[in-house]
């Protein structure tokens, strides 16, 4: 019981509560891990949906268990088509994926926010959370580093309006 005193007794003090959402806090897939020395900057990193359970999830979906492929994960986006100019990113299985992809991101943030919303029901504090800042290759049709971070924005969609 004290323990709670003393927390909602500085949750006066707060004006504002950031919740993480992902890595350095920010609502986004770890697709560009710098510690580990797998990726450097302006790389565009890899997709975040190898495990077993999720793609069989995402075969369930699309009828086909070999829905996705390693052809996206590169370190030079040009070499693969996934995200060439016209590439899979801009077909109509392209577009099925990357909403899947973004949508259980957003669904996660979804989660956690509202677990934080209940947890700080009855206070005055303020909730946020951190929206990543993954410009490079932003100049490019397909925004690729966007795109495998989880954040579906292109040329021709706007991918922060579902998570803003």
């Given amino acids: ?77 040009r070499k693969k088509r996934f995200f060439q100019r016209e590439g899979t990113w801009n077909t109509e299985y392209g577009h099925f994926f990357l909403e899947w992809y973004s949508g259980k991101l957003v669904e996660h943030g979804d989660k956690i926010l509202s677990a934080a919303q209940r947890i700080f029901e009855g206070t005055r504090a303020i909730l946020s959370g951190k929206v990543a800042g993954i410009h490079w290759h932003y100049k490019t049709r397909s925004h690729a580093a966007e795109l495998i971070a989880g954040y579906y924005n292109t040329r021709n969609r706007d991918g922060y309006s579902a998570i803003a």
């Avoid at 003090?13 to 950031?18: A, G, S, Y």
């Avoid at 986004?28 to 302006?42: A, D, K, L, Q, V």
């Avoid at 999720?54 to 370190?75: C, F, K």
């Fill in 1 to 77: 019981m004290l323990i709670i005193v003393v927390v909602l007794s500085w949750l006066l003090l707060f004006q504002e509560i950031q919740v993480g959402l992902g890595p350095c806090g920010e609502l986004r897939y770890p697709s560009y891990p710098e510690s580990n020395g797998t990726w450097r900057f302006p790389r565009i990193g890899e997709f975040q949906c190898y495990d077993k359970l999720r793609l069989r999830r995402l075969g369930t979906l699309t009828g086909d268990s070999e829905a996705l492929t390693t052809q996206a994960n590169t370190t030079n986006y």
